[in-house]
């Protein structure tokens, strides 16, 4: 089945400097890749995601890259505020595996005022 | 619109008993995954149910089942439960069928086990 590898599994950086998290999956069917956050106590919420006919995609602050030769996707957050510490997960998911995702081990993301 | 709710928040089992965990997704949401999360495994995949169906299983073992009611809530039931079950079972709804759009999480039923 599919893995998803995800690294750093935890990130320091100061405000208002750029942190990126990255991941790879192991399985070339996958063609959808959301990024998911979820502050401490509180439920996962979908930041970003990207589909396999995208190489690139902006929200604001956030961005996410996807390389699928190399089977690798980056999420990509600027200007970093101390509202962005949470832990960061991504994931993959198939085209015929209805919405059933596999998620990568998650990073913890501190930014320090 | 209410958002996914899962009750018990909360619970406390002992090893052999079982436990069963409900979810009500949002409304005109037909789909309802659950996922169990642990420190050490992270989110992973349990099962997910449409209009009733049991559409995919994850790597668990057959102590943990799950049913869809016609009003798209959800149960999922472990039964002999291990100390190794204790984890944050997260429901999850979502609109569409296929997997193209958003995971609408729960705040998820905290489960130990002693």
């Known amino acids: 089945g599919e893995n998803v590898e995800q690294h750093p599994s935890t990130l320091s950086v100061q405000e208002g400097d750029s942190a990126v998290i990255k991941c790879t999956y192991s399985d070339s069917a996958s063609n959808y890749f959301p990024w998911y956050k979820q502050e401490l106590g509180k439920r996962p919420q979908l930041i970003i995601d990207i589909r396999s006919n995208v190489g690139e995609k902006k929200d604001q602050r956030i961005a996410v890259t996807l390389n699928k030769t190399a089977k690798h996707f980056s999420l990509h957050i600027t200007e970093t505020q101390p509202e962005d510490s949470a832990v960061y997960f991504c994931?993959?998911?198939?085209?015929?595996?209805?919405?059933?995702?596999?998620f990568g081990g998650g990073t913890r993301l501190m930014v320090k005022p | 619109k209410a958002g996914v709710t899962q009750t018990p928040r909360y619970l406390i089992k002992t090893r052999g008993q079982q436990v069963t965990l409900s979810c009500s997704p949002i409304?005109?949401?037909?789909?309802v995954s659950w996922y169990q999360q642990t420190p050490g495994q992270g989110l992973q995949f349990l099962f997910e149910?449409?209009?009733?169906?049991?559409?995919n299983k994850g790597n668990f073992p057959g102590r943990f089942s799950g049913r869809q009611f016609s009003n798209s809530r959800s149960e999922m039931n472990v039964s002999t439960l291990e100390l190794g079950d204790s984890a944050l079972y997260l429901c999850a709804s979502s609109t569409v069928a296929a997997n193209t759009g958003e995971l609408f999480f729960g705040e998820g039923s905290r489960l130990t086990v002693l």
């Open positions: 994931a993959a998911s198939k085209a015929n595996a209805g919405n059933m995702l596999t």
């Open positions: 409304s005109g949401h037909r789909s």
């Open positions: 149910y449409f209009s009733e169906t049991q559409r």
